[in-house]
Structures are given as C-alpha cells and as structure tokens.
C-alpha cells in the first residue's frame, strides 16, 4: 500500500518526465501515453460544444485531434501545466471547426478583410460608446463611405448563415474570436475560465473540492478517494456527477437569450 501511494504521489512528475522525455526521443509510444492520459480533457471541451448542430462523436474526433497536437508542442520547462496548455488549444480547434464548416462560400477577400475589419470596429467603438455605433460612425473609424460599409455588411450575410454565437450589435457575450480569420487563444482561455469559474461557484462545497484536487491539482481518483476516507468507486461516480453538473451549467450560461 506504501509502494502505491508514492507511485501515486508521483503522478504528475512522472508526466512532466514523460514529456521531457518525450520532447528528446519523439517516441510515437510516449506520445500515446501522454493523449491517453489526457483524453478526458478532449472530452470535457467537446461536451460543451453539443447541441449547436455538430454530433459529438465529430466534436471529440476534433478534440482529440487537437490534444495531439498539444502534446506534440507543449514544453514543460515553460513553468505551466499541460492542462492549461492544452485547453485553450483544443477549445480554439473546435471554433475553427465551427466556423469552416459556417463558410458554405468563400467571401472575396476584399469582402472578408472589411468584414473583419467592420466587426473589430463594432465591438471597439461598443466598449467606448457604451452602445451600438452608427453605419457612420463605424465608416469614419475604418476610413470608408458608409455605402461601402452597407455593401460589405451585406455581402457577408448573403454568404454566411446567421449563428446565434455571431452577432453583429447585440450586447452579449463577446464571440468575436469565433468569426475571424484567427483564433486568438488568449481570448479564449478567458472565456473559458471565467465560464467555468461561474458553473463552480454554483457546486456544492464537497463538488468543489473534488474539482480543485482532481483538474487543477491533476490528483487520482485513487489519491482523492485516499484523502478524503472514501472509496475508489465513490470518487468515480462523483466525477461523473459533477461533470454532467458542470456541463448543465456551462450550457446554461451558454445559452442564448
């Protein structure tokens, strides 16, 4: 039992080493390991994602896919965990899944540079006027005719389906990165932090402390069960719980108004 717990203990150095490990030799095998231990990462990005007219077994292909990826160019000297490495890259392979597949026809590129240009504008001058601007105003800040911002703005909507996630003036949840041409993983990180950091805050105090050993201390179940006097089985049904819970309550902030 003593061997175990230290095996235990040793869990999260020991995929640091497998990393280093792996960054020197480029072993396929390490590599599998490293995604397998990981997959329930890929799983839980994927899960808040259903529902938005893509089947989740295509999301998770997507996910895993992006954990690869990941683990191929994560580099543990960095200071940080793979875990908040690897979120944030997978999350923003999923938005770009999500919006190829919105792109039925590709715009001119005049056209879609503006666009782009005309969105960034919007969400800038909304912050500063604290409302929507006007077509003039958003001209006068790109350095067009309003005619022309007119022009583009429905050109855009003639080759692109409407979204509920991509919004033009609505004062909502900001899915700009969602749009663009690039993701920006900074954005997207602080998206789905503060998400996730709202669902939490709704758990229960026992939910939370399961949450804070197991995804950001990265703990067993085994360890867990272990420090807080309860069986293996238990932990696992409580994760199973507290995902579903968790996933209930990002889709309820998720959801639009």
């Not at 500063?128 to 005619?147: C, D, F």
């Amino acid at each position: 039992m003593v061997d175990e717990k230290k095996t235990i203990n040793l869990d999260v150095a020991e995929i640091d080493k497998l990393f280093e490990e792996y960054r020197k030799t480029k072993d396929i095998n390490l590599r599998n390991e490293l995604v397998n231990r990981h997959l329930y990462i890929a799983e839980i990005v994927a899960k808040k994602f259903i529902n938005r007219g893509i089947e989740y077994d295509d999301l998770y292909q997507v996910a895993c896919m992006a954990l690869i990826n990941a683990v191929e160019r994560f580099e543990p000297n960095k200071g940080y965990k793979f875990t908040s490495f690897a979120t944030p890259t997978i999350m923003g392979e999923i938005k770009r899944y999500f919006r190829d597949r919105a792109s039925l026809i590709r715009l001119p590129r005049r056209i879609y540079e503006t666009s782009a240009k005309i969105k960034l504008a919007t969400e800038i001058l909304s912050a500063k006027l604290k409302q929507p601007p006007k077509i003039e105003e958003i001209a006068q800040y790109i350095g067009i005719t309003p005619e022309e911002v007119l022009e583009v703005m429905e050109a855009s909507n003639n080759y692109l389906p409407q979204s509920l996630d991509q919004t033009m003036y609505e004062d909502e949840e900001m899915t700009l990165g969602d749009v663009l041409g690039k993701s920006d993983e900074n954005l997207v990180q602080i998206e789905n932090t503060e998400t996730v950091k709202k669902a939490i805050d709704k758990l229960s105090p026992l939910e939370r402390e399961f949450v804070q050993k197991r995804f950001f201390e990265e703990k067993t179940q085994r360890e867990i069960a272990d420090e807080m006097k309860v069986s293996q089985m238990y932990i696992s049904r409580l994760e199973k719980k507290v995902l579903k819970k968790l996933k209930d309550l990002i889709d309820e902030t998720k959801a639009p108004i």
